[in-house]
């Protein structure tokens, strides 16, 4: 069964406050299907009593690590505090996300990626700091968007950066399928993909 791990989750943290998950568990199969069940029921668990992003993903870590399933995961995890206008975040190998900025200067958000999930139990995760600004947006992705064959990684985001600086923000669900349809999204891919866009307006906050 060609199961994907990739996976994404948008957990509400009160009333001014989220997180926005983002993951992919090697393999395609049953194995890492149930691998990447785990991890956002550990990441849930944690998320919800206000562990911050680079203790959620050592606690989850070492979940990993004792269960000992020899499938890796990268994470990316993110708090936004909607009330000190600030997005927290922390990385186990997984690629940065997008920044899109009111004035449409996009690029990737400089994020110091720790191991892998399920590699060192003693990993440590850095965290990083990224102010949220009124009309900014954020894009969480897996690397089965912009992996290609001979194409290096930088040079790939690069493109989806270009591509989102391009793309009309007014409608979150058009703007992923202009993503998608530029990354040649057309069925030929041996990854699996997932994609989750973060619109902050100052009075509503979306999210596709």
Do not use: W
């Amino acid at each position: 069964m060609a199961i994907g791990g990739d996976f994404y989750d948008l957990i509400r943290l009160g009333d001014t406050a989220a997180a926005a998950v983002i993951g992919d568990v090697q393999g395609h199969n049953v194995t890492a299907a149930a691998v990447m069940g785990q991890v956002r029921t550990g990441i849930y668990a944690h998320a919800t009593v206000g562990t911050s992003p680079d203790q959620i993903l050592a606690r989850t870590n070492r979940l990993l690590a004792d269960l000992a399933p020899d499938l890796f995961t990268s994470c990316l995890y993110a708090r936004l505090d909607f009330a000190c206008r600030r997005v927290t975040l922390a990385s186990a190998g997984h690629p940065p996300p997008l920044l899109r900025l009111a004035d449409g200067d996009t690029g990737p958000a400089n994020v110091s990626p720790g191991p892998l999930l399920g590699i060192d139990p003693e990993a440590v995760f850095s965290l990083t700091e990224i102010t949220l600004t009124p009309g900014s947006m954020l894009v969480f992705y897996t690397d089965g968007l912009i992996e290609k064959p001979g194409i290096d990684l930088d040079v790939a985001i690069a493109g989806l950066a270009h591509h989102l600086a391009q793309a009309d923000e007014r409608d979150l669900d058009l703007l992923i399928d202009h993503l998608l349809n530029k990354a040649g999204t057309d069925g030929q891919r041996a990854d699996d993909i997932a994609l989750l866009v973060l619109h902050h307006d100052a009075v509503h906050h979306d999210a596709g």
